[in-house]
């Protein structure tokens, strides 16, 4: 990527902003796996400086910021975590008193609504040592002149929406992070979709939504793990006899190919 025409092409922008978008998508460029010592990122290369231009534009028509932080490139296009949703949320309603949480197995948990009120109590036990096995759900509670809303998802739920996801490796490693974003995304999606569209467009491009791939977390994980097309293949001749839905995996064996052919 050429900063100076990228910065020439986003001149009507804030400098400072252009400048922060400019030196993530380099270092982005830049960055390479420990292990393999390789590009990590290399489908960026392939990107043009318009095309790049253009995603950040996308972005700050909705009043944010591309800060490569809350807001960052994905080889399957714009991702925004759940501190940019809040962030846009409170763009358009800054009275916003926002919550979003999870609840762990020994936490004591209560909600009630009584004439568009929401009430709750959330007693967390044990902050310390708490692991991700033992989450349970969560809640997103959003309260502002539009009235007052809830969203809960059980642990199955929140599993579900990571199942579609094309990006398993950023669960992986940010569990907690996207179960917050998932939260919060979907309390947006049903109560404030009229703000949200144009977002919710371009952060479904790291999810199938139109076929999502019911396929075990153990084994997309053993998947996604594969750095080569040797692996992946090793890995698919101890599997293939034991997987009951093969459609599935096949499918998502031809996904990550496609993945490692274009990184090289």
Known sequence: MEKTKLVGLLKEYNPQDVEKYANYLIRLEN??????????????????????????KRVAKEGLVFDGEHITLQSTGISYDYIAYKN?????????????????????????????KVAYKHEIVNPIERKNTDIIGGYCIIKNKRGESSTLLSKDDIDKHRRVAKTDYIWREWFVEMA?????????????????????????????????????????????????IDDLTELYKQLKEQIQNKSSFHEYIAIKKKEITNEK
């Open 31 to 56: 960055e390479k796996d420990k292990k393999t010592d390789k590009l990590k990122n290399a489908w960026l290369k392939h990107k043009k400086e318009e095309e790049l231009a253009e995603l950040f």
């Open 180 to 228: 917050l974003k998932t939260l919060i995304k979907k309390a947006c999606k049903q109560h404030y979709a009229d703000i949200y569209d144009n977002i919710e467009k371009m952060d479904n491009d790291n999810y199938n939504l139109d076929n999502p791939l019911d396929i075990d977390l153990e084994i997309k994980s053993k998947i996604d793990n594969c750095k080569t």
């Open 88 to 116: 846009k949320m409170l763009l358009a309603y800054p009275e916003s008193q926002i919550d979003v949480g999870l609840v762990y197995k020994e936490d004591k948990f209560e909600i009630s609504r009584d004439s568009g």
